[in-house]
């Protein structure tokens, strides 16, 4: 993830996901915790987008700071007194302290697609554990990519402003384990008019258990959980979103 892709796709976010249960996924994220042994304290989110997840998670007793690529993003996030967030960048960030769990969620360790960006995240994540401290996080899972492999997805949004309507189509890169999601956005004011085309690409690593195992034993974690994210389901074929729990060792 050498450059960052959601400068000009910021701007529509907190729309084209209006209809994504934060409320749910941050009762799924605490439910893991507690039952972990973390029912509060200090969380650091590696890529906190819009601080969504982060804010629920801060109104439900933990004290939560993101760490967030885009600028743009950081600029749509409000703090509170449990949620703060700053720019930086999740392979690189040395805040100086330890949490008690880290979190990384919706993908981002999806969207570092190299071996070195990879072990730099996970690195990271270590560094700011105290031994036992956890780091949970979710990506896409090979098995699902293999089997029922991307297809062309449309998906349409409207506010009192905005009407806005996202194609993604999916390049597969076999041999890289990666699928290149090519997006056209085209979002149109409602009062004026007037439309505005975006085409971004975002690329996407998939990962298999084994790939995740080499990388928690490189950073000095053991896995202690696996499940599909939001349900808690086994994960099969059919898992495109799996959620991992790793403890420091």
């Keep these: ?38 029912d509060r304290g200090e969380l650091l989110e590696l890529g906190s987008g819009t601080g969504k997840h982060g804010k629920i998670l ?21 703090p509170d ?14 805040m100086g302290r330890s949490y008690d769990a880290v979190l990384s969620l919706f993908h981002v360790v999806s969207y570092q697609t190299t071996n070195s960006d990879l072990l730099d995240l996970f690195g990271r994540a270590s560094e700011h554990l105290l031994s036992d401290g956890l780091f949970v996080f979710d990506f896409w899972y090979s098995p699902a990519v293999y089997v029922e492999r991307p297809s062309i997805r449309i998906k349409r949004m409207t506010d009192s402003n905005l009407e806005i309507t996202r194609i993604a189509e999916p390049t597969i890169r076999p ?64 898992t495109w979103g799996a959620c991992v729990v790793l403890k420091k060792r």
């Design 58 to 78: 801060g109104h439900r007793g933990y004290r939560v700071h993101g760490i967030e690529l885009s600028p743009e993003m950081i600029a749509r996030a409000i």
């Design 81 to 94: 007194e449990n949620f703060s967030c700053q720019q930086g960048d999740v392979r690189t960030i040395a």
């Design 175 to 238: 041999n890289e384990n990666r699928v290149d999601v090519n997006y056209t956005i085209f979002a149109r004011q409602i009062k004026t008019g007037a439309v505005d085309i975006l085409k971004e690409t975002h690329a996407m690593r998939h990962f298999s258990l084994p790939e995740i195992d080499l990388l928690a034993q490189s950073s000095g974690f053991v896995r202690v959980e696996t499940c599909e994210f939001l349900t808690g389901n086994a994960v099969g074929e059919s």
């Design 1 to 38: 993830m050498t450059t960052n892709v959601f400068n000009s796709y910021s701007q529509y976010y907190d729309l084209l996901y209006s209809d994504k249960d934060y409320k749910g996924e941050a009762q799924f994220i605490e439910d893991i915790l507690r039952r972990h042994g973390v």
